[in-house]
């Protein structure tokens, strides 16, 4: 048996174990953030989109990037969300934050009755089941006309003042910083649970699912968990939509919503929270201007530029960033 | 009296093929047992039976004297048995320190814990570093698993069975593939496990097996065709004709 060495020399079981830490990057995008506010008040409609779909594409990376759950149907929960949160406000209460919660939970509550169903399928059959589940929602939406809208959309309801103090302006300022407020406790709170017990064992599951059942773990309760988890979150994102938009669309349940934020998912980086951040950011914002620089082609110039990003870098911008950051740091060492 | 780990009759058939056959064996706690038997023989399908993985056609499996036959593999690791793989099975894409923690949280059954910094728990950091210690596995800690040597990924199994705390440790081949200065250093780990875990060791490494194990079963066609000390198995000319040959004669 060899001696141990020095115990000062061994590694910390801190940077053993893996977790997200808070650091510059939030300082940094808190500034973006308060930056677009101040100097970019023509743009806080898209920046309020791009806080939305970073809140949905956090939740995908919980579920996909962390579980190693693949989704494409991943738009039901925030369709779902956005619905409950209408409802809610056109014959409850119209009170933001409260919508908010009552959208969490019931797409929450939908993760776990649909989970049971669709996760005990893995690969391209649980691809299939989750579209076919969004697809079926959908059509119901569509079906119930009298109550959704159907095409229309749900609208009609109207959103108190956030905290009773802050009412929802003509120019996008108070939806804006509402739902920065939101992303920063939904990031907040999917950074608690990336770094929990739970969160060690969701990536086992992506890892080896047939070993952790091994070890003693339920997996499919715990994937369910994961799934109900990241479906809450995902009901936020929707229900935050809806409460700015006044109005849920049919669109909110459709198969291109859960297309773009698995697009999101891979420019950003799978499995790293922040990857959701710049995946986001670099989406809607390539959106934008493609569509500005040509209103009738721009899928197609956005697709280009996807596949360009894709292949520069396949483990998305943050992992690129991570792989460069880490061979400087080696360079660095060299003597 | 009862054991840590009893079978009685267990039978296992693929279609018309009987590969396990009325299979008996018993381990006492504490117990350092090796199964052996040539290749074929059904030595894996039986750990297959025990752990789960396989269901049987007939026959009892009890653990600490309570049938476990009908439980998941999750609830018989739950009740204390564990085992490695033949070929690695790890997370391969974790640190060891993470593969470690999964164990423990698994055994803690705090897995679905939803809060709480699990780099910041010092207790469980504590536990992880003394057991990666007891297998000199501390400097590897914040290494990923697949950057390892074939003999460390091995050693890591070994770690992650042990991490659940088991009553009884199935070891399938854990030597297989092991240059001959890691299975020194395997076997001076399985010599120091703790009398509280009973041992069933799967190997082809006879000199292993030899210097490990107190109680030998062979297995033929899955058939026990001999349970005794090392030396009778040794000694016994069956055994010696359809496995053992002059070697250890």
Same mark, same amino acid.
């Given at each position: 048996m060899r001696e141990l060495r020095d115990p000062s020399a061994l590694p910390e079981m801190r940077s053993a174990l893996r977790t997200h830490r808070l650091g510059w990057f939030e300082v940094v995008m808190l500034a973006v953030f308060a930056a677009v506010y101040y100097l970019l008040p023509g743009y806080l409609p898209l920046a309020t989109q791009v806080a939305?779909?970073?809140?949905?594409?956090?939740?995908?990376?919980?579920? %996909?990037?962390?579980?190693?759950?693949?989704? *494409?149907? @991943?738009?039901?929960?925030?369709?779902?969300?956005?619905?409950?949160?209408?409802?809610?406000?056109?014959? /409850?209460?119209?009170?933001?934050?409260?919508?908010?919660?009552?959208?969490?939970?019931?797409?929450?509550?939908?993760?776990?009755?649909?989970?049971?169903?669709? *996760?005990?399928?893995?690969?391209?059959?649980?691809?299939? !089941?989750? !579209?076919?589940?969004?697809?079926?929602? @959908?059509?119901?939406?569509?079906?119930?006309? +009298?109550?959704?809208?159907?095409?229309?959309? %749900?609208?009609?309801?109207?959103?108190?003042?956030?905290?009773? *103090?802050?009412?929802?302006?003509?120019?996008?300022?108070?939806?804006?910083?509402?739902?920065?407020?939101? %992303?920063?406790?939904?990031?907040?709170? +999917?950074?608690?649970?990336?770094?929990?017990?739970?969160?060690? /064992?969701?990536?086992?599951?992506?890892?080896?699912?047939?070993?952790?059942? !091994? %070890?003693?773990?339920? /997996?499919?309760?715990?994937?369910?968990?994961?799934?109900?988890?990241?479906?809450?979150?995902?009901?936020?994102?929707?229900?935050?939509?809806?409460? /700015?938009?006044?109005?849920v669309g049919l669109n909110t349940l459709a198969f291109t919503l859960s297309g773009n934020v698995l697009i999101v998912l891979i420019l950003g980086g799978i499995g790293r929270l922040y990857g959701a951040v710049i995946g986001s950011i670099v989406f809607v914002a390539l959106s934008d201007r493609a569509a500005a620089i040509d209103p009738f082609n721009w899928l197609f110039i956005l697709g280009g530029l996807i596949v360009l990003v894709v292949w520069l870098a396949p483990d998305g911008i943050v992992g690129r960033f991570s792989a460069l950051t880490w061979q400087f740091r080696k360079q660095e060492r060299k003597p | 009296m009862s054991f840590a780990l009893e079978i009685r009759n267990l039978k296992k058939a693929f279609g018309g093929l009987e590969v396990t056959r009325d299979v008996s064996l018993t381990l006492a706690g504490g117990a350092r047992h090796a199964l052996i038997g040539p290749n074929g023989a059904g030595k894996s399908t039986l750990v297959n039976l025990i752990t789960g993985v396989l269901k049987p056609n007939a026959g009892e499996i009890l653990l600490g004297g309570r049938e476990i036959g009908n439980l998941s593999q999750a609830e018989r690791v739950k009740r204390g048995l564990a085992r490695t793989f033949q070929v690695n099975s790890l997370f391969s894409t974790m640190t060891v320190a993470e593969n470690v923690a999964l164990a423990m949280v698994a055994h803690d059954a705090t897995d679905a814990r939803l809060v709480g910094d699990i780099s910041k728990d010092a207790k469980l950091s504590a536990r992880i570093e003394e057991h990666l210690a007891r297998l000199n596995l501390a400097e590897a800690a914040d290494r990923l698993v697949s950057s390892l040597s074939y003999g460390q990924q091995r050693i890591v199994e070994v770690a992650l069975a042990l991490a659940l705390q088991p009553n009884v440790l199935l070891l399938d081949e854990p030597a297989a593939g092991l240059a001959a200065k890691d299975v020194e250093i395997l076997l001076g780990l399985l010599k120091g496990l703790p009398t509280t875990v009973s041992v069933l060791i799967i190997e082809h490494d006879m000199d292993l097996v030899f210097r490990f194990a107190e109680t030998i079963t062979v297995l033929v066609d899955g058939q026990v065709l001999l349970t005794g000390s090392p030396d009778a198995v040794r000694k016994d000319q069956r055994v010696r004709d359809v496995y053992l040959g002059r070697r250890h004669g």
């Amino acid at each position: 048996m060899r001696e141990l060495r020095d115990p000062s020399a061994l590694p910390e079981m801190r940077s053993a174990l893996r977790t997200h830490r808070l650091g510059w990057f939030e300082v940094v995008m808190l500034a973006v953030f308060a930056a677009v506010y101040y100097l970019l008040p023509g743009y806080l409609p898209l920046a309020t989109q791009v806080a939305i779909m970073i809140i949905f594409a956090i939740s995908l990376d919980l579920a %996909l990037g962390y579980g190693g759950i693949e989704t *494409l149907g @991943h738009a039901v929960f925030y369709g779902i969300g956005g619905y409950a949160a209408g409802f809610y406000a056109l014959y /409850v209460w119209q009170e933001p934050i409260s919508g908010l919660l009552v959208a969490a939970l019931v797409a929450g509550l939908f993760g776990v009755l649909s989970g049971i169903v669709v *996760l005990r399928a893995k690969g391209l059959t649980l691809v299939m !089941l989750t !579209l076919a589940c969004a697809t079926m929602v @959908h059509e119901f939406a569509n079906s119930m006309r +009298a109550i959704t809208g159907g095409d229309d959309g %749900l609208s009609g309801y109207r959103i108190d003042p956030v905290l009773g *103090l802050f009412r929802f302006d003509l120019f996008g300022r108070t939806a804006y910083v509402y739902s920065v407020c939101v %992303l920063i406790v939904v990031f907040l709170l +999917a950074r608690i649970v990336a770094n929990s017990n739970f969160g060690l /064992v969701a990536r086992g599951i992506r890892s080896n699912s047939q070993r952790m059942q !091994l %070890l003693g773990v339920p /997996v499919l309760n715990r994937l369910v968990l994961l799934y109900a988890v990241s479906g809450a979150l995902a009901g936020i994102a929707g229900a935050l939509s809806a409460q /700015v938009t006044k109005l849920v669309g049919l669109n909110t349940l459709a198969f291109t919503l859960s297309g773009n934020v698995l697009i999101v998912l891979i420019l950003g980086g799978i499995g790293r929270l922040y990857g959701a951040v710049i995946g986001s950011i670099v989406f809607v914002a390539l959106s934008d201007r493609a569509a500005a620089i040509d209103p009738f082609n721009w899928l197609f110039i956005l697709g280009g530029l996807i596949v360009l990003v894709v292949w520069l870098a396949p483990d998305g911008i943050v992992g690129r960033f991570s792989a460069l950051t880490w061979q400087f740091r080696k360079q660095e060492r060299k003597p | 009296m009862s054991f840590a780990l009893e079978i009685r009759n267990l039978k296992k058939a693929f279609g018309g093929l009987e590969v396990t056959r009325d299979v008996s064996l018993t381990l006492a706690g504490g117990a350092r047992h090796a199964l052996i038997g040539p290749n074929g023989a059904g030595k894996s399908t039986l750990v297959n039976l025990i752990t789960g993985v396989l269901k049987p056609n007939a026959g009892e499996i009890l653990l600490g004297g309570r049938e476990i036959g009908n439980l998941s593999q999750a609830e018989r690791v739950k009740r204390g048995l564990a085992r490695t793989f033949q070929v690695n099975s790890l997370f391969s894409t974790m640190t060891v320190a993470e593969n470690v923690a999964l164990a423990m949280v698994a055994h803690d059954a705090t897995d679905a814990r939803l809060v709480g910094d699990i780099s910041k728990d010092a207790k469980l950091s504590a536990r992880i570093e003394e057991h990666l210690a007891r297998l000199n596995l501390a400097e590897a800690a914040d290494r990923l698993v697949s950057s390892l040597s074939y003999g460390q990924q091995r050693i890591v199994e070994v770690a992650l069975a042990l991490a659940l705390q088991p009553n009884v440790l199935l070891l399938d081949e854990p030597a297989a593939g092991l240059a001959a200065k890691d299975v020194e250093i395997l076997l001076g780990l399985l010599k120091g496990l703790p009398t509280t875990v009973s041992v069933l060791i799967i190997e082809h490494d006879m000199d292993l097996v030899f210097r490990f194990a107190e109680t030998i079963t062979v297995l033929v066609d899955g058939q026990v065709l001999l349970t005794g000390s090392p030396d009778a198995v040794r000694k016994d000319q069956r055994v010696r004709d359809v496995y053992l040959g002059r070697r250890h004669g």
